[in-house]
């Protein structure tokens, strides 16, 4: 059975920063990509970086670049999302998930996913 949870969400300023844990349990986690993506109240999910299974590629939504980095422990079967310079435009509910996909940026590329942790940042 896959599992997958968040944390390191809560309050902050704009340009705070915050990193983000996803703990994932379940078979293989070595085997698969993994992602972050985001929900606002009202809008759909969206992609916000992505990791292969070694870690060493790495793709990001343009708002993101250069203010967020994702990266993986596989000893540790969890997944990170630096956030540095946030900004209120930021807030959200983040998910991590599982890809099914060697690579993707879409939601039906996951097959596994959180229950979310929520960032909030005040201006």
């Known amino acids: 059975q896959v599992q997958l949870v968040e944390s390191g969400g809560r309050v902050v300023q704009a340009g705070d920063s915050l990193r983000l844990s996803c703990v994932y349990s379940g078979p293989r986690f070595s085997d698969y990509s993994m992602g972050w993506f985001r929900q606002a109240p009202g809008k759909e999910r969206e992609f916000v970086a992505v990791v292969n299974w070694s870690g060493r590629l790495t793709d990001y939504r343009d708002s993101v670049k250069g203010r967020f980095t994702i990266s993986r422990d596989n000893n540790k079967m969890t997944a990170y999302l630096q956030m540095n310079s946030l900004k209120p435009e930021d807030t959200a509910t983040y998910y991590c998930?599982?890809?099914?996909?060697?690579?993707?940026?879409?939601?039906?590329?996951?097959?596994?996913w959180g229950r979310g942790t929520q960032v909030t940042v005040s201006s």
């Open positions: 998930g599982r890809g099914h996909a060697s690579w993707g940026k879409r939601v039906y590329d996951y097959d596994y």
